[in-house]
């Protein structure tokens, strides 16, 4: 199997559907309550998990109710959890609302997840075993760069998801071999709305970018050559969180295995498809047989 590592969030969604959103001052009645096991870090996690690859997952939860059942999760998902720190004080949450058009107001409070800004005794030497380093933004910037560092000292592949975007600095760029972002954030890291524009702005900083496209699949530009899209499969989305996630676990599975990267893609894309027509992020990934027979279909 190859080994993955994922330096990154781990959150309960704490997530209230409702008609409409209330106003400022405004009090409503929901109809439905969740608490979904979530966070970029996780997602990728649990992704990278079902489809097919030896997981670690290096993270931080509180030492409360929800720190235990993230820990359980991660478990029951077949994730390592032995770089999984547990810290004083409370989880990290994100607390949602959902009204009936697909919309949604968020409010994500860090906690453990902020304690993550440096690697952890051990943290290093399991990084250097990997196949792969994956790596988000919803932990401190310190924490990313620490893990992107190691990773380039033992010459570990890094991709990063650069969400939620914000300015990134030149030291982390420079430890990136992979840059994955959504056209929304490939704009925001280049003011460039095209994506073919905006990934060939990012290539002066990183050597590969994959810019994805939602539906209409993806586009992957490297230096020296001609970049090129590969389509997604055409389904019915359900509910698309997490099939971002869904994609960045799969496709590393997919590259540490040794697939070309127009075929990585494809797999990657044929995962994300699964998971929008299904409700719920990490309930919604699926597992490697699924992944095989939609890539094959």
Do not use: C
Request: hydrophobic share 45%.
């Amino acid at each position: 199997m190859t080994l993955i590592a994922v330096l990154g969030s781990t959150n309960m969604d704490l997530v209230a559907y409702v008609e409409k959103a209330p106003q400022r001052g405004e009090t409503v009645t929901g109809r439905e309550f969740r608490t979904i096991p979530g966070g970029k870090g996780a997602n990728q996690a649990i992704a990278a998990a079902h489809a097919g690859g030896d997981v670690t997952i290096i993270s931080a939860v509180g030492n409360d109710a929800y720190g235990a059942q993230l820990r359980s999760t991660f478990e029951h998902s077949g994730v390592d959890t032995d770089h999984l720190r547990t810290v004083e004080g409370p989880s990290g949450t994100a607390h949602i609302v959902v009204d009936d058009e697909g919309g949604n107001a968020i409010v994500v409070i860090p906690a453990a997840n902020g304690t993550v800004d440096h690697l952890a005794p051990g943290d290093e030497g399991m990084i250097a075993t990997a196949d792969a380093l994956l790596l988000q933004l919803e932990i401190p910037l310190a924490g990313v760069l620490a893990g992107a560092e190691a990773a380039r000292r033992h010459g570990v592949r890094t991709i990063l998801t650069p969400a939620p975007a914000q300015p990134l600095p030149s030291e982390l760029l420079a430890a990136v071999d992979l840059l994955v972002p959504n056209e929304h954030e490939a704009t925001a890291l280049t003011g460039r709305t095209d994506p073919r524009e905006a990934a060939a702005a990012l290539l002066d900083q990183v050597p590969e970018v994959i810019v994805t496209l939602g539906a209409a699949g993806s586009l992957y530009a490297t230096r020296g050559a001609e970049p090129f899209t590969v389509p997604a499969p055409r389904v019915t989305a359900v509910d698309s969180t997490g099939a971002g996630d869904t994609f960045v676990g799969a496709l590393a599975v997919a590259l540490a295995e040794g697939r070309p990267m127009r075929s990585a893609l494809s797999w990657a894309a044929a995962a994300a498809a699964l998971s929008v027509q299904r409700p719920g992020a990490t309930a919604s990934m699926p597992f490697r047989a699924e992944i095989d027979k939609q890539y094959a279909s």
